[in-house]
């Protein structure tokens, strides 16, 4: 889970996504990944070389990050992932 989107959603009035996410940053099965200054470079380092996409920066990070885990597979409906290189679970 990228921290950057940890707290989307949440308003004063709307709790349920902070409550949510509080127990998604608790979860010893889910790893936080903090978007430090290097990664961002790197993410932006990505869309400058792809700018014939429409990547967006979270895609770009999530390039980088599934990369360095070696994860190959995606459990999203983004097509960006198998423009990528990477395998799309959801396809519809």
């Known amino acids: 889970m990228l921290?950057?989107?940890l707290y989307k959603g949440?308003?004063?009035y709307n709790s349920r996504p902070l409550h949510n996410t509080n127990r998604r940053a608790e979860n010893p099965?889910?790893?936080t990944?903090?978007?430090d200054e290097p990664l961002h470079r790197a993410a932006v380092k990505l869309l400058m070389a792809r700018q014939d996409k429409t990547y967006s920066l979270c895609d770009a990070v999530s390039f980088l990050l599934m990369r360095q885990f070696n994860i190959n597979e995606a459990l999203t409906t983004?097509?960006?992932f198998e423009q990528e290189?990477?395998?799309r679970l959801l396809v519809f």
């Open 3 to 5: 921290n950057a989107f």
């Open 10 to 12: 949440s308003t004063p």
């Open 29 to 31: 099965d889910i790893e």
């Open 33 to 35: 990944v903090w978007i």
């Open 78 to 80: 983004d097509r960006h």
């Open 85 to 87: 290189g990477f395998h």
